[in-house]
T-cell receptor
């Protein structure tokens, strides 16, 4: 089936690390994505990982992929108030993107 | 600015009205998409157009009618909607469909916030 699941809400203090988790169902997904949606805006691609990798680092962002457990996570180091947004996990399946319901990240000063 | 614009940004309509949402992309892409975003639910893909041809219709009720006159423009015509259709409607575009992975990514517009009374 096509199901991507995320927790709905995460609250952290400025300067802490944030970890947003996601589980997906289809092991044939070639790429897995993280999108960010700021208030009043559409989704913007943040980062992605190819399914044969288990980690990808991009500045403050670290993506971890556990293919056996079909678990994807996004770690944001030194979280800033500007990181407050909704974060969507997505898997690619038959050429389409299947999104989760999004995790709202709240960063407290 | 992602290169994808949507108008109007906000729309309030009654159940008997007819209205249209417009999307335009300035990226030279060939595929365009309509998504529905409701609170606390996954983003739902509604329609996909590839080179102006509709390639996906995910069991969307006929009160939503898409139109793609060229690769740069996409419309969603609305009529006799229900209150449960209130949501954020997002348009996206990509180089082609099906997606073959980066850099063939989707670019999203800011959305139209629709309220059906």
């Amino acid at each position: 089936g096509e199901d991507v699941e995320q927790s709905l809400f995460l609250s952290v203090r400025e300067g802490d690390s944030s970890v947003i988790n996601c589980t997906y169902t289809d092991s044939s997904s070639t790429y897995l994505y993280w999108y960010k949606q700021e208030p009043g805006a559409g989704l913007q691609l943040l980062t992605y990982i190819f399914s044969n990798m288990d980690m990808k680092q991009d500045q403050r962002l670290t993506v971890l992929l556990n293919k056996k457990d079909k678990h994807l996570s996004l770690r944001i180091a030194d979280t800033q108030t500007g990181d407050s947004a909704i974060y969507f996990c997505a898997e690619s399946l038959t050429g389409k993107l299947i999104f989760g319901q999004g995790t709202t990240l709240q960063v407290k000063p | 600015e992602t290169g994808v614009t949507q108008t109007p940004r906000h729309l309030v309509m009654g159940m008997t009205n007819k209205k249209s949402l417009k999307c335009e992309q300035h990226l030279g892409h060939n595929a365009m998409y309509w998504y529905k975003q409701s609170a606390k639910k996954p983003l739902e893909l509604m329609f996909v157009y590839n080179f102006k041809e509709q390639t996906e219709n995910n069991s969307v009720p006929s009160r939503f009618s898409p139109e793609c006159p060229n690769s740069s423009h996409l419309f969603l015509h609305l009529h006799t909607l229900q209150p449960e259709d209130s949501a954020l409607y997002l348009c996206a575009s990509s180089q082609a469909f099906p997606l073959a992975g980066p850099p063939n990514e989707q670019f999203f517009g800011p959305g139209t916030r629709l309220t059906v009374l």
